[in-house]
């Protein structure tokens, strides 16, 4: 073998190691990755039950309902499509009706999204891009020029 075949081989070994191991990498991950979601895209496509996503929208006004032992329900809107959700926990103390919020869990059988996660906006300038960009694609954005990213 010349130099030359001895370094493309070797420069094509060393890529299909490279290949491999982004291959495996990018599977693992696949469990890990959580997509955002809004109620319109829960509404429109079919997302299997117990794949964990991102619910992202506002909170709709007069929807919140606490309950015993930090059981806590409210409605998630992107002002065309509403879903209920579930939470066992402590709200950020920032967590209010008419507020922008993104849940992170899972649809249940009856298909109540169950969060696991609630995470409220900071200040009436910042949302999550995602949830930005959904507002403003449906026209509701109510927001600054642009806002804030996490």
């Known amino acids: 073998m010349t130099r030359k075949q001895r370094r493309l081989t070797l420069i094509g070994s060393a890529g299909v ?7 495996l ?3 693992a991950l696949n469990d890990q990755i959580v997509f955002f979601q809004s109620p319109t895209d829960i509404t429109q496509k079919s997302i299997p039950q117990g794949q964990r996503i991102r619910l992202g929208g506002l909170v709709e ?33 920032l967590f209010r009706e008419g507020q922008g919020v993104v849940t992170e869990g899972v649809i249940g059988p009856d298909g109540v999204f169950v969060a696991d996660s609630v995470l ?13 960009e959904a507002l403003k694609d449906q026209g509701h954005w109510q927001g600054g020029e642009e806002p804030e990213s996490q």
């Open 61 to 93: 006004e007069d929807s919140v309902v606490r309950s015993d032992n930090a059981q806590v329900s409210f409605r998630v809107t992107d002002t065309a499509n509403v879903i209920d959700v579930t939470y066992k926990g402590i709200l950020p103390d």
């Open 120 to 132: 409220a906006k900071h200040d009436e300038n910042y949302m999550p891009k995602e949830v930005a």
């Open 17 to 23: 190691v490279l290949a491999v191991a982004l291959g």
């Open 25 to 27: 990498i990018l599977f």
